[in-house]
C-alpha cells in the first residue's frame, strides 16, 4: 500500500449525492448503481483494484444513508428495502455488496446513541455519504471471544487501546471504525474516526476472493480512548438481545443471494452469446441443448428459492421490530434468516461452481472474469458454520428446543466476562 493509497479520499462530495425520495427510488437507484458497479467487475484488471470507485457509487446514489431513520432526516427505509439493496449490488459485486452490509450493522447503533452532538455529527457524515467500517475480528486467539487487543489506564489516568484486528471488512474505504476490546471492566465497544493519531489502516486482505469488502488489519498504537466509550459500572456484558444477529446475518444472506443471481445471469448470457453446443446435440446454438435447459432451470430454481426465503425473511423482520417482544416473531425470524442463510449459501456456490460444467473450457479464460462469482460465494460463505445453522433449525423441530444463533454462546461469554471483571459481594 502506498502512502497515495492511504490519503486518498474515501467517501464522495456531498454535493455529489442523490439521495433516493422513496423505497422504490432507492431500489432504482440500487439498479442503476448495480450496473455500473457490475461494468467494473467483468473487467479483470480493474476487479483487482481497491474498490475506491465502486464504494463512491454507493454514496453517490444515496445508498449508504436510506437506513437513516426519517426523524433524522433519513429515508428510513424498511428492512425489506435495505436488505433487497444489498442483494441487488451484491448481484454485480459480492466484495461491494459487504461493503454496504457491514455500513448497515454499524450505523444501526449510531440511532440508539445519546442524543448529543456527537451523535447529531455521526449522522450528518452518514447522509453525506461517509461509510462505516468494523474492528471486531481477531487472529490468533483459541477463539472469537479470545480479544488480544485491550484499552488499559496510563500513569496519567488516560485509557489508551492497543492492539490489532484483522478481518476488518470496509474500514480502508471507511470515515468511521468500529471495535470491541478487552479490558478490566470486560468487553467493550469503541467507535473511532480513520484519522484518530496511532490508527493505522492497512491493505493487505489478499484472499482468492471477496477482494473488494477490503477485510484487512487495522492497528491500535496507544490510541486514546474518550471516556463516553467506557461501560457503565455493572454494564461490562453488554446486552446483545436474542435476535441481536440476524440483522448482520440477513445482510450476509442478501450477499449471497446476490452472488447466486449474478452468475446464474452470467452463466445464461455467456450460453447465449458464446457457447458452442456440444456435437451429439445437434441443435445450432448452446441454449437450445436439452440437457444445459434442465440444468439451468435447476439453477434458477436454486437462486428463486433463496430469493423468495430472503423476502419472506425481511417481511418477519420488519414485523418483529413492530413488536420485538413477541417470542413467536423472534423464533420465526431466527428460523427465517437461519433458512435463508443456508439456502444462500447453496444457490451461490452450486451456481457459481457448476455453471462452468455447462460453459465450457473457453469460460476459464481470465478475461471473462466469470471466476470471480465461485471465489466470491467460496470465501464469503466460510463467515459462520451453516451446519450450526441447521442444528438450531432442527433441535427447534425435533425437540421443541427454541431457535437460537451463535448469539448465545456471544452472551454467555459476555455474562462470563462481566462477572469476572465485576465480581458481585457476597
Known amino acids: 500500500m502506498s502512502i497515495t493509497d492511504i490519503e486518498r479520499p474515501v467517501h ?4 455529489a449525492i442523490r439521495h433516493p425520495g422513496s423505497e422504490a427510488e432507492a431500489i432504482r437507484f440500487a439498479k442503476e448503481a448495480a450496473e455500473k458497479i457490475a461494468q467494473l467487475a467483468r473487467n479483470p484488471e480493474t476487479h483487482q483494484q481497491l474498490p475506491y470507485e465502486q464504494a463512491d457509487i454507493l454514496s453517490n446514489y444515496g445508498l449508504t444513508a436510506i ?11 424498511s428492512i425489506k428495502t435495505v436488505v433487497e439493496v444489498v442483494r441487488i449490488i451484491s448481484t454485480a459485486d459480492g466484495g461491494v455488496g459487504q461493503l454496504l452490509q457491514i455500513h448497515n450493522v454499524m450505523i444501526r447503533g449510531v440511532f440508539n446513541r445519546p442524543d448529543d452532538e456527537f451523535r447529531a455529527g455521526l449522522i450528518r457524515d452518514i447522509l453525506a455519504g461517509k461509510r462505516f467500517g468494523n474492528a471486531l475480528a481477531e487472529v490468533g486467539g483459541k477463539n472469537k471471544f479470545d480479544h488480544a487487543t485491550r484499552v488499559t489506564r496510563d500513569e496519567d489516568g488516560n485509557y489508551r487501546l492497543n492492539g490489532s484486528k484483522f478481518y476488518s471488512t470496509g474500514s480502508f474505504l471507511a470515515e468511521w471504525i ?9 468487553p467493550l465497544g469503541v467507535l473511532l474516526n480513520r484519522n484518530t493519531p496511532g490508527l493505522t489502516l492497512e491493505d493487505d486482505w489478499r484472499a482468492f476472493g471477496q477482494q473488494h469488502s477490503v477485510s484487512g488489519t487495522v492497528r491500535f498504537d496507544n490510541v486514546l480512548v474518550d471516556e463516553r466509550f467506557l461501560p457503565k459500572p455493572g454494564a461490562a456484558g453488554g446486552g446483545m438481545p436474542r435476535t441481536g ?23 445464461t448470457d455467456y450460453l447465449r452469446n458464446n457457447a458452442r453446443p456440444w456435437v451429439d446435440a445437434e ?14 432451470g435447476e439453477y434458477a430454481v436454486a437462486v428463486r428459492s433463496a430469493e423468495a426465503l430472503l423476502r419472506y425473511a425481511a417481511d418477519v423482520f420488519d414485523q418483529h421490530l413492530a413488536d420485538p417482544e413477541d417470542e413467536a416473531l423472534q423464533d420465526e425470524l431466527i428460523l427465517a434468516v437461519a433458512s435463508v442463510r443456508s439456502q444462500s449459501d447453496s444457490a451461490s456456490l452450486f451456481v457459481s461452481s457448476d455453471m462452468f460444467s455447462l460453459l465450457g473450457a473457453s469460460a476459464s479464460l481470465n478475461k471473462w472474469n466469470l471466476n470471480r462469482f465461485w471465489a466470491d ?50
Open 67 to 77: 437506513f437513516v431513520p426519517k426523524r433524522f432526516g433519513g429515508l428510513g427505509a
Open 245 to 267: 444477529l440476524t440483522w448482520p446475518q440477513i445482510l450476509h444472506a442478501a450477499i449471497d443471494t446476490g452472488i447466486a443471481r449474478g452468475a446464474l445471469e452470467a452463466a
Open 178 to 186: 468500529s471495535l470491541t476490546a478487552a479490558s478490566d471492566n470486560g
Open 283 to 296: 441443435v445450432e446454438r448452446a441454449a437450445e441443448e436439452p440437457h444445459i435447459i434442465k440444468r439451468v
Open 377 to 426: 460465494a467460496r470465501v464469503h460463505t466460510t463467515h459462520d458454520p451453516i451446519r450450526w445453522r441447521l442444528h438450531h433449525v432442527g433441535n427447534y423441530y425435533l425437540n421443541g428446543v427454541p431457535p437460537d444463533e451463535y448469539g448465545a454462546a456471544i452472551r454467555a461469554k459476555r455474562a462470563e466476562l462481566a462477572a469476572a471483571a465485576n465480581p458481585t459481594r457476597s
Open 12 to 15: 464522495a462530495a456531498a454535493s
